[in-house]
């Protein structure tokens, strides 16, 4: 089954539920709810329904942890809401995957002020009162993305000629964005500023969502006349709005960045369309956090690598790596069971898998 495919199928389960409750015992033995899982929605990118949702469900199972696992689908107030419902049944810990900062740290104080815990969740909320975040290296990300373009201009020739490169960042709403926008900066400003690259149009995506990002890089083309020569896309999502207006004006591929390694990222990959993604092995994070919500659980303190500054305040943090993948190296995806062949290679793409 494709991940698109797979996706529709677990959406219908989630939005038939109002949570999924993994236990070690039943319903009838344990009523109360232990841990809150609060996910964001379901188009911004398809982990959020095909991995995080059933890899925290499988996790709290194993522990013998009760957990009310649920989908905001990018609605805050449908999110507090959820917090609420998590509370009332006797959630201890959040894990929370913050829509926009404001309503994010105000379900976290939720917790926090009842003498729960909260765990930002691959994003972290700012001014929040989390225990833990755990999160991809964010800053390695964006600078994965950076390089893997620069790459990919040399290649066709183009990165001794001044190039244009476009930049479409993530949602604001996500402290994520900024943290891989810090890694496009840091590779790609000295480049702008001693004239080895151009600076062309740079705008951040509302929403993560390709029904934006398409119109703001047709926009973009307008203004460049069509002249643009490369461009970081914040993840696959947004590149694949890209390549969809390079289709709709009869224009060549681009180098051109993603994230998640998506089956159709994976795709644009082997056709020429993406010259890569930055893949996050999204079981390693779930595991993470699913780790620190039951040593919380149990009175113990999580383990953590690092911190993030929170403020003024040092936040306990999980950071996990994170890996370019081309078309060099794109069947690791397969090997360590995170894309099926079948989900990349059928239809028109099986002739790129070789």
Known sequence: MSLSRKSVALLGVFAAL????????????????????????????????????????????AAGVSASITNALNDPQKQKAQAQACLAAGAKVVIETALDNGSAASIEKLFTSKGGYAIDYDRQVLGGTASVYVTFDGKAVGVAQAK????????????????????????????????????NDAVLNPLFANGTLTKGPQQ???????????????????????????AIAANDNIAGAVIAQEKAKHLKPIPLSGQDATAQGVQYILSGWQSGTVFKYVPLETKAAAAAAIALVKGQKPKTNTFR????????TITLPVEWITKANYKTLFTQGFLKKSDVCNGVYAQYCK
């Open 204 to 230: 951040f995506v509302p929403g993560w969502l390709a029904t934006n990002a398409g119109p703001i890089f047709a926009q973009m083309l307008v203004q460049k006349g069509n002249k643009i020569d490369a």
């Open 309 to 316: 500054l929170n403020g003024k305040k040092k936040e306990p």
């Open 18 to 61: 109002a949570a999924v409750v993994a236990s070690g015992a039943s319903a009838a033995h344990k009523a109360s709810v232990q841990v809150c899982v609060l996910l964001p929605d379901t188009k911004s990118s398809v982990r959020w329904v095909d991995f995080d949702a059933p890899d925290f469900a499988k996790a709290f199972k």
């Open 148 to 183: 893997g373009i620069i790459a990919a201009m040399k290649a066709k020739g183009i990165y001794s000629k001044k190039p244009v490169v476009a930049e479409l960042w993530g949602g604001q709403t996500d402290q994520n964005a900024f943290w891989f926008k810090s890694g």
